[in-house]
């Protein structure tokens, strides 16, 4: 078993220490054992959760619905399943709002540059 110290941790998903007590104090992460003095210890596990927690804030999903989700994918819920399905259903409604975004900058930039065109060749 590979054994992470909290900075090691932090150190291998690119994020704070701070980030990661964070998240332990919300329950988004467990130590997967403690040393006789008392700290944690991660695992494989724990740095796949954190990266995955870290990488769904980050695309937008709020930390109460991961709070949530990881409290359902800990005690191995049920309802576990219907929390992934939701939040995969959020995602794709987000990539098709994203996508007509782009397609929006898209047009402007061809507008833009077009405007851009039609001033320097009347300069």
Known sequence: ???YTISHLAGEAGVSIHVVRDYVLRGLLHPARRTASGYGLYDAQSLARLRFVRAAFEAGIGLND????????DSESDAAVDSLECLRSL???RRASLA???EQLAGMICA???ATELESHHA
């Open 66 to 73: 991961l709070i949530r989700l990881c409290r359902e994918l």
């Open 91 to 93: 995602i794709a409604t």
């Open 100 to 102: 007509a975004v782009d």
């Open 1 to 3: 078993m590979n054994a």
């Open 112 to 114: 833009a540059r077009s």
